[in-house]
């Protein structure tokens, strides 16, 4: 397998996930400079021009979302997905798209400054509706973990969500809510997260 990523780029969500299924060694982690990825070379293998993408027996799995799910299912014997006939299944697959699509779209609109007026003029054509819906999502979704998103034992839904929060309380995204802490706190006692600087703050 071969992992196209950047150190800078949100591909770096993946990494405690490689560390959790222990294949750090099992894949070539390749680099491509952001002035590299709309170049020819590198639009063969995903024409969107964006990192991580991986590529594993000739087949090219493009898109955050789908190379999580393609890993833990690959890996279902570390745990970290439940079983297609689970019924947590669903559960799990909601945390993992509304990070992929409504709160990458959430944050993307904040960082280009959009006002909240105009936010409230488009707001049934956002997939994260306005700012006070995604509080309310993870407030309500956080506040029923025990102590992770599916119960019990952690998920790849669990270090998903977890990176992406903190890198959006990080980066001054989202306000760092009280609601938000006895999740982070569980998961920054992970050994997988413990090299990321901005879970210091809950690691008490």
Not at 26 to 49: A, C, R, S, T, W
Not at 159 to 175: D, G, M, N, Q, W
Request: glycine fraction near 4%.
């Amino acid at each position: 397998m071969k992992l196209y990523n950047n150190p800078q780029s949100r591909g770096m969500t993946l990494l405690p996930i490689l560390k959790e299924l222990q294949i750090e060694d099992q894949l070539e982690q390749v680099e491509v400079p952001f002035k590299d990825m709309h170049q020819p070379e590198y639009l063969q293998i995903n024409p969107m021009g964006k990192v991580p993408c991986l590529v594993d027996q000739g087949v090219v799995i493009s898109e955050m979302a789908a190379i999580i799910i393609y890993l833990a299912d690959k890996y279902q014997d570390k745990g970290l997905a439940p079983a297609l006939d689970d019924p947590k299944r669903g559960t799990y697959l909601k945390w993992i798209f509304f990070c992929h699509g409504p709160l990458t779209e959430y944050i993307d609109v904040k960082n280009l400054q959009v006002s909240q007026e105009q936010i409230e003029k488009v707001r049934t054509s956002l997939s994260f509706g306005n700012e006070a819906a995604v509080f309310d999502f993870f407030k309500r979704g956080l506040s029923q973990a025990k102590p992770y998103l599916l119960g019990e034992k952690v998920s790849a839904a669990d270090l998903y969500v977890a990176y992406c929060l903190i890198c959006a309380i990080s980066t001054k995204i989202l306000p760092p809510l009280e609601e938000f802490k006895p999740f982070l706190q569980q998961m920054a006692r992970r050994d997988s997260l413990k090299d990321i600087s901005w879970f210091k703050q809950y690691r008490t």
